[in-house]
């Protein structure tokens, strides 16, 4: 029986420890920062806090102590908020072996760096007496709580090692979780996060009832954006065109239980960014974070991402929704297709 450690137990966490416990073959750890949480889910076998109402299997068990959950552990699945992930792996740093499987699932960016999070993970286990961790990115369309109830769903496994796209691939899949390999982990990751930003945007449109041309309209754009970026930082532009790129950002816009674009329809609807994060009860919207990087990333590369512009407006600098929206609107003629 293989071990496999969650660093996170929030909702994503928790659903692909759902995932790998109802396999039969893993012995699944999660770590959890609240001690509440870790007595949920090993006294009722389920995350009350983060995932109510989805059973997690005997063979998941929940601890604080992240020595304890990465004793031993063959694959290491981290799931934590983004600003969180350096300070963690310098912690989890002397108890990882060498060459142990690292997968992050993370669909976020690291604010002050504007390193990716494969990046983070590396350079927070950066050691000279060892051979580097093996990591790879995560991503593609999947709310924890669908994943969790055994809807089919698809995602991809991006990394450079063989080795690890095929572990992964195989130990990650079942007859409800479809796992695709990717050897293109810019493109992976930087998919996974810029699409956040596009959701709080077509959340944005929802609270001021605008209809379905715009969120296409959005899309469709935000998708040009997230590629142009992608392709201007090493990745490849089909990688935008599948499960982490246009797959999760259809997802994220269009689906009621996307937290970026909740916050997005409450923005639209009047309410200011700290109140709507207040009333998040610890969840996170990756897409508030990444915004200030996905900016950076554009401005050092030369690149004009006018969506993502004004949602760091909106969200940063208190610019009303309606005055970026007319602004989009109101921008220089373009040929759609670049040149």
């Given at each position: ?40 889910i ?21 601890s ?36 142990t ?36 990115a ?15 769903t ?170 970026a ?14 040149t």
């Amino acid at each position: 029986m293989s071990q496999i450690a969650i660093i996170g137990a929030g909702a994503w966490g928790t659903g692909l420890a759902v995932v790998l416990g109802r396999k039969g073959s893993h012995r699944v750890r999660i770590w959890a920062h609240e001690l509440d949480v870790c007595d949920s889910i090993n006294h009722q076998h389920v995350n009350e806090r983060f995932l109510p109402g989805r059973p997690l299997p005997e063979a998941v068990t929940a601890s604080n102590d992240l020595a304890s959950v990465l004793e031993g552990a063959q694959v290491i699945v981290s799931v934590m908020p983004s600003q969180h992930c350096r300070a963690l792996f310098a912690r989890m740093r002397t108890f990882i072996r060498p060459r142990t499987l690292i997968v992050s699932a993370t669909k976020g960016l690291e604010e002050g760096s504007l390193l990716r999070i494969s990046e983070v993970i590396a350079d927070a286990l950066k050691r000279d007496d060892s051979l580097p961790p093996l990591v790879g990115a995560l991503s593609g369309p999947s709310f924890a709580q669908e994943v969790a109830r055994g809807d089919p769903t698809a995602i991809t496994i991006a990394s450079q090692s063989a080795a690890l796209l095929s572990t992964i691939q195989q130990e990650f899949s079942d007859t409800s979780f479809r796992v695709y390999t990717n050897s293109d982990i810019v493109g992976v990751e930087l998919g996974g996060a810029l699409k956040n930003i596009i959701a709080i945007a077509a959340g944005i449109c929802d609270g001021l009832g605008l209809g379905h041309n715009s969120i296409a309209a959005l899309i469709t754009r935000g998708l040009a954006e997230m590629t142009r970026l992608a392709v201007a930082c090493g990745g490849r532009a089909e990688t935008m065109s599948g499960l982490a790129g246009l797959g999760d950002l259809v997802l994220t816009c269009t689906g009621g239980l996307s937290r970026n674009r909740s916050v997005g329809v409450e923005l639209g609807r009047g309410k200011n960014l700290p109140e709507i994060i207040a009333g998040m009860h610890g969840m996170v919207a990756e897409g508030v974070f990444t915004t200030t990087a996905a900016v950076g990333l554009a401005r050092a590369r030369g690149l004009e991402m006018p969506i993502t512009e004004q949602m760091h407006a909106i969200l940063h600098e208190g610019k009303s929704p309606k005055e970026a929206l007319q602004e989009l609107m109101m921008r220089t003629g373009k040929s759609e297709i670049a040149t």
